[in-house]
């Protein structure tokens, strides 16, 4: 099936086709033309399907000419980020249009935004609180609202923004459409639909819980003092184009962006303590492969769409599984292969099997080898330096795979995976896979529970214990001399 086939115009097929895309993903397919028969919806899906596109293409199909009485259609975002990223989409998909669009959200001023507002945006993409400031403030009335698009419900549920988000519902004409995105739908969800909804279509793409079977999966158990070396090891020993490293606090995300830029990665921060113009530097920054990582807090797990983010690593293991979900998604988006490493301290077992029971999936464990799991200090190997540390990034020309063994990788008969390094069987339950790299190991393989099957990768195990865990007033055990600061050019793809 083609764009043209589903019954959108001229114009907005040449923006599809100028953006790159040459045919619809699932939630297109089956969200456009319910959209643009007038029907409210439920949308569930998998981050990075193209939700996005799903409900900007028919919107501006529908939209037609520009009209100056107000504001036509209402798109509301749980981040400024999302909020961001959904107006740019707007922008690429309505540039062969008449269209106008306003952009609110906190962490700046007033003053363009209330202009946008005044000279007649049909469309509005906001965040919860600045959007209730214009209302409240009279500066925004939604008298002549045709479409109102509630995107990352969930989110916005997880922030709890849902009070405001049903006083917004409230104010808005009842003779309208709604449009309800969500990665997944609980039954805290279900109440709000059946408040702001009538009669939806209702469409799932994907397994709820379920994560991207292009996204090979691995746990590193460490101590919590060798953490951060291990962070910087896997980065020395890892081609990638582009790292999100996820942390659970805002300070956490600081002290490790700081340790890297003292280590001589190219360093973005993304959390909400940020400013607004920090903020965007940063993601805009990563896009543009102005940055090779980016650490952040969980703002940056939610619909974030960065093209050519090779590998996501867990610095901090979520707060929750669904959390985990979320993370991982920012990698092997559309299709594309991508990594996820979630580092484990040995009191945290419990916290990972609790993420393997919710995306009925083994994990597997491996270790770095040439690591030292049990000194006290890390040091840099022999004769180390700038030359053997590019030994180890590929040419971002090159084709993904560099630095890694060949062999049949992929998709196993029968429902399983394969490991990337070589073919692996397929058997009753999960499978027992070879390790994805030489010099990545793994350890203490444990039997896997009947209602698992594998991640791409082996099987997994017991995080080693005896340890305890060092607090953040620890000394940094991982302090390396006189080593040149090296900077190299990435591929760039692309509260209120």
């Known amino acids: 099936m083609s764009f043209e086939t589903l019954g959108l115009h001229t114009s907005i097929v040449r923006a599809v086709v100028a953006k790159g895309y040459t045919a619809p993903s699932p939630i297109q397919e089956q969200a456009i ?52 990223q959904v107006d740019e989409a707007f922008a690429e998909f309505g540039q062969f249009t008449d269209t106008r669009r306003a952009l609110l959200h906190g962490g700046v001023g007033y003053g363009k935004q209330r202009s946008d507002v005044r000279a007649g945006a049909d469309i509005v993409v906001a965040t919860v609180g600045r959007l209730m400031d214009f209302l409240q403030e009279r500066a925004l009335r939604l008298d002549h609202l045709e479409v109102l698009v509630l995107d990352e419900v969930d989110r916005m549920l997880d922030m709890g923004f849902i009070n405001d988000v049903k006083k917004i519902v409230a104010m808005c004409p009842v003779k309208r459409q709604t449009l309800f995105f969500s990665a997944t739908v609980p039954p805290e969800i279900e109440a709000i639909a059946r408040f702001a909804l009538k ?58 962006a700081k340790k890297l830029k003292s280590e001589g990665h190219c360093v973005a921060v993304l959390h909400g303590n940020r400013s607004q113009g920090q903020r965007k530097d940063a993601l805009t920054g990563f896009k543009e492969g102005r940055y090779e990582v980016m650490v952040a807090t969980d703002i940056a797990a939610r619909g974030l769409d960065v093209a050519g983010v090779t590998h996501v ?31 484990m ?24 080898e040439g690591f030292d799991y049990k000194a006290k200090a890390i040091a840099p190997a022999a004769g180390a330096g700038q030359g053997d540390r590019e030994s180890h990034f590929r040419d ?16 196993a008969p029968g429902g399983g995976f394969a490991a990337r ?54 000394p940094n055990p991982f302090v390396q001399k006189g080593r040149p600061g090296a900077h190299w050019q990435t591929r760039g793809d692309g509260r209120r």
Do not use: C
């Not at 690593?313 to 979630?342: C, K, L, M, Q, S």
């Open 33 to 84: 033309p319910v959209v643009l028969a007038g029907r409210d919806l439920i949308a569930s899906a998998q981050t990075g399907t193209g939700k996005t596109a799903a409900f900007a293409l028919p919107i501006l199909n529908r939209l037609g000419p520009h009209k100056a009485a107000g504001p036509r259609v209402l798109v509301l975002e749980p981040t400024r980020e999302l909020a961001a």
């Open 199 to 256: 009669n939806p279509e209702r469409i799932s793409i994907g397994r709820q819980r379920s994560v991207n079977e292009s996204v090979t999966h691995a746990i590193y158990p460490v101590p919590m003092h060798l953490k951060f070396p291990l962070l910087l090891a896997l980065l020395e020993k890892t081609d990638f184009h582009s790292v999100i490293v996820f942390t659970r606090t805002k300070h956490g995300a600081d002290k490790i």
């Open 313 to 343: 690593i867990n610095y901090d293991i979520p707060g929750t599984p669904d959390d985990y979900v979320h993370r991982i998604g920012r990698t092997g988006r559309a299709a594309a292969e991508g990594d996820a490493f979630t580092l």
């Open 345 to 368: 301290s040995p009191d945290q077992t419990g916290e990972v099997r609790a993420i393997e029971r919710f995306i009925k999936a083994t994990i597997p464990q491996l270790q770095l």
């Open 396 to 411: 971002p020309r090159a084709p993904r795979g560099g630095g890694r063994s060949s062999g049949g990788g992929g998709r």
């Open 421 to 474: 390094s070589g073919p692996a069987t397929q058997a009753s339950g999960p499978v027992s896979l070879p390790p994805r790299r030489a010099d990545h190991q793994q350890v203490d393989a444990r039997p896997s529970r009947d209602e698992r099957a594998p991640i791409p990768g082996t099987t997994g195990g017991k995080g080693s214990g005896g340890q305890q865990r060092d607090k953040d007033r620890a």
